[in-house]
Every structure is written in C-alpha cells, then in structure tokens.
C-alpha cells in the first residue's frame, strides 16, 4: 500500500462499541484537528489489552472502538484521519484484500498498524514491506507482544521530529535488467520538471552504461563521480556545473566513465550529495537502477520515495519479493509504489494472476508499448510527451509521490 488514499464514504455494517471516549460525529471538513490515535478491535479482550498497552504514549487517552472491521472502515470514512489507526482484520476472508479496503479511507502519511488472527511471515512480510502498514501483530494479544512491537511504532510516530528540508528524492528501482527503470525515471523527471513546473534533477546511479541522459539528449558530466569520490567538494558551484540542462525547470545528473576505471565510492558521498541537490532541487529523481551498487542502494536508503518497475515475468516476481526486504530508511514513505511495465505482452504473467499469487496490488500499470518508446529513446525524446495511455501512467506516478496539480498550481507536500 504505497498511497494512503483520501477519505471514501461506504456503507454502515453493523452495531459498534466503544471502549473510553464516545463515538465522534462525522467531521466537518477541514474543521476537525486530526487525532493522534485511533483503534478498531473485534473483542474487549484484544481492546483491554492493547489500551494497557499502549495508553503510555498518549496523554490525551487511547481510544479503541470494539466493532468489525467493515464497520471500522465507515467510521473511517466518516472522521478525519487519526495520525496513527490499528485496525483488526480478523473474520476477514482475504485480510491482503482487507488491508487494500483499508487504504481508500485514510488519508496519505497516516500510520497504520493491523492485527489479526493470521499467522504467516509471508503475509507479515507483504503488509508491512509492500503495502504500508508499520506493524502487524497476531492475535491472542499480549501486554509484553504489543509493549514490544506496537509501543515502539505509536512512540515514534508522536514524538516530534523536525521536518526535512530540502527537496523529495524519488529513487526508482527494477529488479531485473531491461524492465524500463530508466524510462520510467527519465519521464518521471520530464513530467515533474516541464509538465509541472517543478526544479527537478535527473540523476542516473549507473556511472558506466547509464542511459538517461542519452534518453533526453543533454551531455554527461564527471562532476557525479568527483562528487561521489571526493564528498568534500560538494558544494553549489559544483553541482551547477555538473548538472545539464534539459529543460527550464529540468536537469539532469549523469557519468559516463571508461570501462577500466573504477569509481572510488565513498559512502559518504550519497548524503552530501542529496543535501546538495536537495537544496537546489524540488525533486531529485535518481535511477538507482537494477544491479544496486553501493551508491544505489544508498539512493533507496535515503530516498523520501522508493518505485520498483516489474515487467510480467515469473523472474521479475521472485526477486520482487527479495527487493521489498531492502530496509527502509528513517524518511522514507511506508510502502514502496510497484509499477507493471509492458503490462499486456506476448508470453507475459497476466496482472490479475501476479496480483492474486502474492497478494498484492500494483500501484500504476503501464501497457506494452514498444513503438511509442523504442521512437522516444532514437530521438532523444520524452515518451510521456504525447497524449496516451503512457503519458498517463508516469501523470499518475508523479501523483503518487507527490507531485500533484490542483487548480493550476502544483504542490508538493513536505518530504
């Protein structure tokens, strides 16, 4: 669950209890203040439970409504987002199908935590790596389980952490060779920076083959590798010599170095190169791409966003799985965004049979389009540019990590 999505009424589905404050109103929009926690359990035993628990990190008080969780989802629907919500997904058939239920009524940066009477590491696994929850916990509840693994989550998410300046790095990923990572960076960056106005940089993390900037015709540049060398030298004046330009609001970051020579990465150059361009840039949307060196893996760790392009193949699907064990870092969004590319070729998975094995959902599905494409990398040109079933894939990538246009004006919410 990459996105948590805005608020969508739905039906009431039965009585509901609530263990503490009584149940609010529907809010008004925009005029209620978002509470810190909120809780939906099935039994008085799990709520009791989880309020010892968890009531240490809540001055104000821990409420748990006691109900099921179809209702749970209406309340939801019918109150502004709480900060943090622990939902119970017990008596659900198919709890993966719950959990995607779950994230078309709370809003976006909303924490999620979810119990349930399923016992399994790979439904732990796709929940918590791929579809946004922070934690799950099976049941029988206990004081020491939920003191362990769910007092952690709530403390860290209401404990005051100042904001991170600077601009969102986006780093897009595949997991395999020739799924399209770099078209979908290269376009990604085209839309944010030409079609949204945004100051936005290109940068390819493959210092050898790379092929982004060829894909939007501008030069290669040695200042990436001086930078990433010689992390010292990083400043401004560096970075506006380094970076080419590829449009008036976009730029792109790449090297091109001889076969024989090898980068001397210093671990320290990622970071101080973010900052750098994260001082400069709205977005910095890096092409980690698919052998995930040293610097690429880096690129996931700090990014704000992380993408993984698959195409429909039983390769790709396995080392999905191995690529959404990647730890997470400290400013990252939960859950990743997974993109099917070349959705609907000869030979390939079908998307309904990749989503149904695993249990997941893609977040953006390109269609095979190999004319459209092979045409825009000869000319050196966007394929996003015309208008299409493409063009809107990447309009609703860049939507995901937070590009979006409302009324005329983009905006992009804080990193």
């Known amino acids: 669950m990459a996105d948590i999505r805005d608020v969508v009424a739905r039906p009431a589905a039965g009585p509901r209890q609530t263990m503490g404050l009584q149940t609010p109103p529907p809010a008004t929009p925009g005029a209620a203040r978002r509470e810190k926690f909120v809780g939906f359990v099935m039994d008085e035993a799990s709520a009791a439970t989880l309020h010892r628990g968890l009531a240490p990190s809540f001055a104000q008080g821990c409420k748990i409504h006691v109900t099921d969780f179809r209702t749970s ?3 939801l629907a019918n109150m502004t987002t709480p900060e943090i919500v622990l939902v119970d997904v017990s008596g659900e058939d198919q709890p993966i199908n719950a959990i995607m239920d779950l994230a078309e009524v709370v809003e976006a940066g909303t924490t999620v935590i979810a119990i349930g009477e399923t016992h399994n590491v790979n439904f732990y696994r796709t ?4 579809m946004g929850v922070r934690e799950y916990l099976a049941k029988p509840l206990t004081p020491e389980a939920v003191q362990s693994n769910l007092l952690p989550v709530t403390r860290a998410a209401t404990d005051p952490v100042p904001a991170p300046r600077g601009g969102r790095l986006v780093a897009v990923c595949g997991v395999r060779g020739g799924v399209g990572v770099t078209t979908v960076a290269t376009n990604l960056a085209w839309m944010i920076g030409t079609e949204m106005h945004r100051h936005t940089v290109l940068l390819d993390a493959d210092l050898h083959t790379g092929t982004a900037a060829l894909n939007l015709d501008v030069k290669h540049d040695k200042g990436l590798c001086t930078a990433l060398e010689t992390p010292e030298r990083v400043d401004q004046l560096l970075i506006e010599r380094s970076t080419q330009p590829a449009a008036e609001r976009l730029h792109v970051l790449a090297a091109l170095e001889a076969l024989t020579k090898d980068v001397g990465y210093d671990g320290r150059g990622a970071p101080t190169l973010m900052k750098a361009l994260g001082a400069r840039y709205n977005f910095i949307v890096a092409d980690a791409g698919t052998r995930l060196s040293a610097f690429g893996r880096d690129l996931l760790f700090l990014a704000h966003q992380r993408i993984i392009v698959i ?11 191995r690529m959404l064990e990647l730890p997470a870092g400290p400013l990252q969004s939960p859950g990743v965004i997974l993109v099917l590319n070349r959705a609907g070729g000869p030979g390939g998975l079908s998307q309904s049979s990749m989503e149904q094995s695993h249990g ?3 977040n953006v599905v390109i269609p095979e389009l190999p004319k459209l494409v092979a045409k825009a990398a000869r000319f050196g040109e966007p394929a996003a540019g015309p208008r299409g079933p493409f063009r809107n894939a990447i309009q609703k990538v860049a939507n995901a990590v937070g590009a979006r246009v409302v009324d005329d004006a983009v ?3 804080a990193a």
């Open 311 to 321: 195409d429909p193949s039983v390769v790709a699907m396995r080392n999905l799985e």
């Open 360 to 362: 997941l959902r893609f």
């Open 127 to 130: 929940v918590t790596k791929g």
């Open 411 to 413: 905006v992009r919410p």
């Open 73 to 75: 989802l209406t309340m």
